[in-house]
């Protein structure tokens, strides 16, 4: 995991297991249910985020019996598992960088150093969609113009060398 990822992953997982023992809850569940539902295909009324929603609820309940009973072995674990799950999302929706900052400067607003942290994960976030590799196929034979004795085109268009991040970061994003 990209360590820009995994530092605002940590700190979002203390935002959230915190918060799974505050009068906050609320507010955080649905927003970082928001944010582990951004990859997923949303059936009527939002499924992704309630069933997201519903896990976080889940999770709370294993932190509050932890927290009650004082085990912090157990709370260690729920944020390592939730630092983990954070930063799987964030790297799985590079492509939405712009939703994410968003969504982390509003849910961790106020943690020491989150400010750095979400500005180097949107770098972080953009840097890995300028190394994807995009393609282009068109078959032979397939529908449109092509027709018999079309040729097949692939079009490969790689950002990895120097200068790849510069040259891959969209314009009005720095």
Do not use: K
Request: hydrophobic share 40%; with cysteine; glycine share 14%.
């Amino acid at each position: 995991m990209d360590p820009a990822v995994a530092a605002v992953a940590a700190t979002a997982a203390t935002t959230l297991v915190t918060a799974m023992t505050t009068d906050a809850w609320d507010h955080t569940r649905r927003g970082f249910g928001r944010l582990l539902g951004l990859g997923g295909r949303a059936g009527e009324g939002g499924a992704v985020g309630v069933d997201a929603e519903a896990e976080l609820e889940q999770a709370r309940e294993t932190v509050l019996t932890a927290y009650e009973r004082g085990d912090a072995a157990a709370l260690g674990e729920a944020h390592e598992n939730w630092a983990a799950r954070l930063g799987a999302a964030l790297e799985a929706n590079a492509h939405r960088s712009a939703e994410c900052e968003r969504l982390l400067r509003e849910l961790i607003a106020g943690q020491p150093g989150a400010d750095g942290e979400i500005r180097a994960l949107g770098a972080a976030l953009r840097r890995s969609g300028a190394h994807a590799v995009y393609s282009q196929v068109i078959q032979s034979g397939g529908a449109g113009a092509q027709g018999p004795g079309a040729s097949v085109t692939v079009n490969n268009h790689h950002h990895n060398g120097p200068g790849a991040a510069q040259a891959g970061t969209p314009r009005g994003e720095s």
